[in-house]
């Protein structure tokens, strides 16, 4: 991996802890592998509970002189390290896809994509408004000004090794918080690159620090159980999600939550239907179905039903699945073994249950986890992917009549993430996106994540919003004064 990379240091096999580069007690390590591949591209420190407590320590006595800068002063040094990720786009795109094995394209887009919330928060670093309330006697002046919550912490998943860490990341930093990030243990190679170009960036020493380790529960715990944390930003499965906000309780830890989905896209019969199938195809298929905001759920409306399986499926088996580093690469590896079990599960699943393969089905004659990206009819609401996510290239297509029995079953779910749905008519699209009980919904396309807009869930999807103007609220207090005068 170094030798393709332009910038070999971006590249360091060693954490970053209270702006040290550091090594984990006794030379510990553990391996970062390659899944197109299977081998190993690296070997990172393997930091324990006390590692973590002094990169929180040392994160909450910088915070102070960081907090006391001006907004714009913030800013210009998130600005740079927008400026330096964007420079090094390339290289941080390699070392993305070397870890978790999307195609370098959307490797390169979700560098673009993790960098646009460093410019979006730097931004909002110098808005940070409170206001003034009319009082309510007459010698009373009442303020609210917002202030940063003091150390933020955070717990990141594999699928978006960048943009995950980033989009809380910013907020926290523009708003004066101190952060102490913990990688995925399958990808902690590019958030240790993102701490370089930090560092480089003119971060002070101190407010920023990122923890590689294996002990995922041992820092979660340190997370929840220090004192000195104030906020925990979490993005994961529901199941991780509710430990972490019981662990939280004891010290009433501020919790945002990014957690599972299980995302209904729905087509009817007036749908443009091309459109359908191309939005259905990023919906599904980016990152090989491995999103929290993937189409879960395909319900197709009777009439358009097999007209839209059959396009479906053309599309489907032009996808060129290959490894991420292989130039014309759409489709890369599942992250593990796991995964290719949990895909084969839900397909079997299904074929118990009736449904037919339209195409796909099993695993790809490249080995390794590789998955034939894959679409299946016939799937009825008793099947394990009406209610699970599925996190892979599968395309389960659900029949339905009426309007009505749709947005029932769509809704019929523990999640509230993204859903998705295709439609001409303008009175059901109205009707339509505000019956669906998610946090966010995409009317006519298949794509819907952007900096500029709120992202986040209802129900056990979880709490709080990322990115928009809302977004860096997760990481600031309100606080009231009241002035007699
Ligand atoms: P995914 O299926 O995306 O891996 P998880 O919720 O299992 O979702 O993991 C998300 C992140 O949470 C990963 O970085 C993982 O290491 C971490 N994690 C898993 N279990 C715990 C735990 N008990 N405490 C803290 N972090 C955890």
């Keep these: ?18 702006g040290e580069w550091i090594e984990a007690e006794g030379g510990k390590t553990f391996a970062v592998t390659n899944p ?8 990172v420190p393997d930091l324990s509970r006390t590692d973590a407590a002094r990169a929180i320590e040392v994160a909450d006595r910088a915070r102070h002189e960081w907090a006391a800068r001006t907004g714009k002063e913030r800013a210009a040094v998130l600005r740079k390290l927008f400026d330096l990720m964007m420079a ?48 309510h006697l007459r010698d009373k002046r009442i303020t609210v000004i917002k202030q940063p919550v003091g150390v933020a912490c955070s717990i990141t998943p594999w699928n978006f090794p960048n943009a995950m860490m980033t989009r809380k990341m910013a907020p926290a930093l523009a708003a004066g918080c101190g952060f102490v990030a913990r990688p995925a243990a399958e990808t902690p190679l590019s958030a240790v690159a993102v701490a370089v170009l930090a560092e480089r960036a003119g971060l002070p020493a101190g407010v920023f620090s990122v923890i590689t380790s294996k002990r995922a529960s041992e820092i979660g715990k340190e997370f929840c159980e220090n004192r000195r944390v104030r906020k925990l930003t ?38 443009d239907l091309d459109a359908a199938v191309a939005g259905a195809m990023v919906s599904k298929f980016r990152n090989n179905g491995q999103t929290c905001v993937c189409a879960n759920r395909i319900y197709v409306q009777a009439g358009v039903y097999d ?10 088996k032009k996808l060129k699945v290959g490894d991420g580093l292989v130039a014309g690469t759409e489709a890369g590896p599942l992250i593990n073994e796991d995964a290719v079990a949990k895909v084969e599960e839900h397909i079997a699943d299904v074929l ?17 986890t590789f998955y034939e990206p894959t679409v299946l009819t016939g799937v009825t609401d008793d099947m394990k992917v009406a209610t699970e996510e599925t996190f892979g290239p599968v395309a389960p297509l659900f029949r339905f ?13 523990i999640f509230g993430l993204a859903s998705y749905f295709y439609a001409r008519d303008i009175g059901r699209i109205t009707r339509v996106q505000e019956a669906l009980e998610y946090g966010m919904v995409g009317v006519n396309t298949g794509l819907i994540s952007t900096e500029v807009a709120p992202f986040g869930g209802v129900k056990q999807s979880g709490l709080g919003r990322e990115g928009s103007h809302h977004g860096i609220e997760d990481y600031l207090e309100m606080k009231y004064i009241c002035l007699s005068v």
Excluded at 401 to 413: D, K, L, M, P, Q
């Design 352 to 368: 118990a249950g009736g449904g037919k393969i339209v195409t796909g089905g099993k695993r790809h004659e490249l080995g390794g």
């Design 234 to 271: 979490f993005t994961g499965s529901t199941e991780v999600g509710r430990i972490l906000l019981r662990q939280a309780a004891d010290n009433v830890l501020k919790c945002s939550m990014e957690l599972g989905g299980n995302a209904p896209f729905i087509v009817f019969d007036d749908a």
């Design 36 to 43: 197109a591949r299977g081998d190993v591209i690296a070997h």
């Design 307 to 316: 007209a839209f399986a059959e396009k479906l499926a053309v599309a489907v």
């Design 88 to 135: 090094n786009q390339d290289d941080l795109a390699a070392i993305l896809t070397a870890e978790m094995g999307k195609p370098l394209a959307e490797a390169k887009g979700e560098i673009a994509y993790g960098a646009a919330y460093v410019e979006w928060f730097a931004e909002e670093a110098k808005r940070i408004y409170g206001e003034t309330i009319p009082g």
């Design 1 to 18: 991996l170094r030798s393709i990379l332009k910038d070999p240091s971006l590249l360091p096999t060693k954490a970053y802890v209270g």
């Design 401 to 413: 009549e009426t309007e009505e029995e749709v947005i029932a079953h769509a809704n019929n779910t």
